[in-house]
Nanobody, 115 residues
Framework: QVQLMESGGGLVQAGGSLRLSCAAS????????RAWYHQAPGKQRDLVAG???????TYADSVKGRFTISTDNAKNTVYLQMNNLKPEDTGVYYC?????????WGQGTQVTVSS
């Protein structure tokens, strides 16, 4: 079992940056996929960015060119660099790690972007 702990959220003005981290309690080297999801108030949880074992990344259209996902297997940590933040980026960000059919979720970190 892997436990995930997100950090790095906070309050930022529009145009600012934040770097989210997701630290795993165990090795995520063999994970098929690592991803970040965003849940805006009253909305469903949506995929923001994902990275698979070979390093291939995918992004939601709304964050392309602004967000970057990366992973440090030595530190068992997944990052989300968020630049040029917009008020619509406000919400809770969750990291997820997939081992085949098993998925582990973090508890989420709040990001609030003021206009």
């Amino acid at each position: 079992q892997v436990q995930l702990m997100e950090s790095g959220g906070g309050l930022v003005q529009a145009g600012g940056s934040l770097r989210l981290s997701c630290a795993a309690s165990g090795s995520i080297f063999s994970a098929n996929d690592r991803a970040w999801y965003h849940q805006a108030p009253g909305k469903q949880r949506d995929l923001v960015a994902g990275i698979i074992r070979d390093g291939t990344t995918t992004y939601a259209d709304s964050v392309k060119g602004r967000f970057t996902i990366s992973t440090d297997n030595a530190k068992n940590t997944v990052y989300l660099q968020m630049n040029n933040l917009k008020p619509e980026d406000t919400g809770v960000y969750y990291c997820a790690v997939f081992f085949g059919q098993e998925v582990y979720w973090g508890q989420g970190t709040q990001v609030t972007v003021s206009s």
